[in-house]
């Protein structure tokens, strides 16, 4: 189970620091390939950030250098940092994961987490930025 929590209204140019909880019997964030998504009403979900089986990441475009994706693998918390973030950063964050073992680089899970059917994914926080 993935819980999502940190969503804030924020004026342009802030922080904030996403965190998505893993549970499970099994869970083991270490062995997951996980990633960050947000979605706006009328707009495709976006990957924004994922971290693959080697520990490497990958961002989309639009918040490379203002976004940073890590983990705590003690507590199993995938986390979002968000710096210098601006109004269109505004939509639901929502974080997935699938694996265990899942044979991808941070690349390949950004382009191709949000089309894997038997993901896992959470429940979402808003995250709004006011300008």
């Known amino acids: 189970q993935l819980a999502e929590s940190g969503g804030d209204s924020v004026q342009a140019g802030g922080s904030l620091k996403l965190s998505c909880a893993v549970s499970g019997a099994e869970a083991r964030i270490r062995d997951y390939c996980m990633g960050w998504f947000r979605q706006t009403p009328g707009k495709e979900r976006e990957a924004v950030a994922a971290?693959?089986?080697?520990?490497?990441?990958a961002y989309t475009e639009p918040v490379k250098g203002r976004f940073t994706i890590s983990q705590d693998n003690a507590e199993n918390i995938l986390y979002l940092h968000m710096d210098n973030v601006k109004p269109e950063d505004t939509a639901l964050y929502s974080c997935?994961?699938?694996?265990?073992?899942?044979?991808?680089?941070?690349?390949?899970?950004?382009?191709?987490?949000?089309?894997?059917?038997?993901?896992?994914w959470g429940q979402g926080t808003q995250v709004t930025v006011s300008s």
């Open positions: 997935a994961a699938t694996g265990p073992f899942c044979g991808m680089t941070g690349t390949q899970t950004l382009v191709n987490l949000g089309r894997i059917d038997h993901a896992d």
């Open positions: 971290v693959g089986m080697d520990g490497g990441t």
